[in-house]
């Protein structure tokens, strides 16, 4: 069997035609959302994902600016970065693009964003309202995995669904958002990490498979039910090349499998923008 591809783009530029439209409706009332970005370092691969985002606010009206810091400029500078963006009245949310480099504290600096501009949905006010199914940002590359299921017609309520990771970016808040009550959500989760043994076990229940790892090809074929949707989150760059947390040779015996490029990337920006949007909406009453 060859496995459907999940492929990310038509789904990002379903969520990014939404979001235009939201932004032409802000314009018309003189607000232009703006989405900022703090880079810490030279990463090029950070670098490109800044780009990114940057030139799909310019696709699709939003004003967007990039905050450059030194890798040795140390947490006080960065979190001078966070105070300007706080209080700059034409961002409406922000990020600091992970990973930072050593010598920066995420959590402290996460911790200082303003919660209403918190672009990821990753301050813990925003995973707390994630918890308590209150509305809020909510993070984005489980945001776009979730959307990507809704797009393809992927079952999720009451299907069981086994999340490889409990990391606080991907795995822990896909495990929330897809066993939360109501749209999008309503399955039963498992979530297996480096201390469960026979991890394939569990992974072979799973109608859903989602590796949320950053170990390259970690989800092998015998890890898979025949007929499961498998999800590559997870990703690791070697070099230029970007290799998921999925073996490639999933795809003989999953039903629907992510690609190893255009993936779930894609759906990442455009949830990003779709945050910054709904910032931009709440300061116009
Ligand atoms: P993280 O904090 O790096 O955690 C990784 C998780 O994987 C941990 O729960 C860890 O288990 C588990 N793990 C590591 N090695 C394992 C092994 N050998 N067996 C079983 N479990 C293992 O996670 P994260 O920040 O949520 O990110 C996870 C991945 O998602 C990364 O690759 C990241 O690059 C990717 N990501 C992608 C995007 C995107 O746009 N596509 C965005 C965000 C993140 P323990 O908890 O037991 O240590």
């Known amino acids: 069997m060859a496995a459907e591809l999940l492929a990310g783009g038509p789904v990002a530029d379903a969520v990014l035609g939404e979001v235009a439209e939201r932004v032409e409706r802000l314009k018309a009332v003189g607000i232009t ?3 900022a970005t703090i880079l810490v370092g030279d990463d090029p691969a950070s670098a490109g994902y800044v780009r990114r985002k940057h ?8 004003s967007s600016i990039n905050l450059e810091i ?9 979190e001078a970065a966070i105070d300007e963006l706080n209080a700059n009245p034409e961002v409406d949310a922000y990020l600091i693009q992970l990973p930072l480099p050593d010598g920066f504290d995420f959590a402290a600096a996460l911790a200082r964003v303003d919660p209403a501009k918190d672009a990821d949905g990753l301050h813990p006010t925003n995973l707390g309202r994630l918890v308590l199914q209150e509305p809020g940002p909510v993070p984005c590359t489980p945001a776009g995995i979730q959307a990507m299921l809704d797009h393809y017609g992927v079952e999720i ?7 490889v990771g409990r990391g606080p970016t991907l795995g822990r808040p896909l495990a929330l958002m897809l066993s939360n009550r109501g749209g999008g959500g309503d399955a039963a989760v498992t979530v297996v990490h480096s201390r469960v043994p026979d991890l394939a076990d569990h992974t072979r229940r799973a109608d859903i498979v989602v590796g949320a790892v950053g170990v390259p090809g970690f989800v092998t074929p015998e890890m898979v039910r025949p007929g499961a ?3 590559s989150g997870g990703i690791t760059w070697e070099g230029r090349k970007l290799l998921p947390d999925v073996n490639e040779s999933v795809g ?3 039903s629907w499998i992510t690609p190893r ?9 455009a949830m990003l923008l779709r945050n910054t949007v709904a910032a931009a909406e709440s300061r116009q009453v």
Request: glycine share 16%; with cysteine; net charge negative.
């Open 157 to 163: 309520a009451g299907a069981h669904v086994v999340v």
């Open 261 to 269: 490029l255009g993936g779930v990337g894609p759906t990442t920006v």
């Open 70 to 78: 030194p890798a040795d400029a140390g947490q006080a500078a960065l």
């Open 229 to 231: 949707v498998v999800i």
């Open 55 to 62: 030139e799909t606010c310019a696709e699709v009206g939003l």
């Open 252 to 254: 003989e015996v999953a």
């Open 33 to 35: 959302p703006g989405l």
